[in-house]
């Protein structure tokens, strides 16, 4: 009875050490590192676009962006707040865009099409994790769209396991966003207020709109 209770444990203990060593190996494969500076290229599905930073607008203009949502390009010269918000309703794009600049993974969805346990369960991603923030985005072409600085990954199900992935990749990767060490914290009430932040404007960007190549923006001239 004792050796088959001890080879009970030691089996059990195998296997709790086991699991740990594989779990160890599927985060390690989505952590960057010099030998792997981006693991989110083995991501199906991601899309990738270079950018310059440095391309600052003000809170009146608006910006002619490539995609929807934007993954980089020109931006506000206030960053939206990323220190683990999930904002309930649309935030402007300009200063969400920026956040990306600084590091931050943003999560958008469909409000139409992802409600209740979904909208939780991606929410549960972000709350409190830094570098992080969530938003809807009205008339999103799937129902959820993940953005970083030059990266981007549009799925139809909060519980892909791409989500986790595209995060741990991607979030403070420093090999793949211009401002590394930039903060991610609110600016407050003038510049970007998190409790009552922008909002988002649906419309199409104006004839003056600045351009992806920076036309109209200030280059280098904003808070970060």
Not at 78 to 106: D, F, I, K, Q
Not at 111 to 123: C, D, K, R, S, Y
Not at 174 to 182: C, F, K
């Amino acid at each position: 009875m004792v050796i088959g209770a001890v080879t009970v444990v030691v089996l059990l203990a195998a296997g709790i050490i086991g699991f740990a060593l594989m779990r160890n190996s599927e985060v390690s494969a989505w952590r960057p590192s010099d030998d792997n500076r981006d693991p989110s290229l083995a991501i199906p599905g991601v899309v990738t676009g270079q950018y310059a930073g440095q391309q600052h607008v003000t809170a009146q203009q608006r910006v002619a962006y490539d995609r929807s949502p934007p993954f980089g390009g020109p931006h506000d010269a206030y960053w939206a707040a990323c220190n683990g918000v999930v904002y309930p309703n649309p935030v402007r794009t300009e200063n969400m865009v920026h956040s990306l600049e600084h590091g931050a993974v943003w999560i958008a969805y469909n409000p139409e099409q992802v409600t209740g346990p979904a909208v939780q369960t991606l929410a549960a991603k972000v709350s409190g994790q830094n570098y992080t923030m969530m938003s809807p985005y009205p008339g999103l072409d799937q129902p959820i769209a993940l953005q970083s600085w030059g990266h981007e990954l549009k799925l139809a199900d909060a519980n892909d396991p791409r989500v986790d992935q595209f995060i741990s990749s991607l979030r403070q990767n420093q090999y793949a966003y211009p401002e590394v060490g930039a903060s991610c914290d609110a600016l407050g009430p003038g510049y970007f207020d998190p409790d009552n932040p922008p909002p988002f404007d649906p419309t199409p960007p104006p004839p003056n709109a600045v351009t992806m190549d920076g036309r109209g923006a200030n280059a280098g001239n904003g808070a970060g």
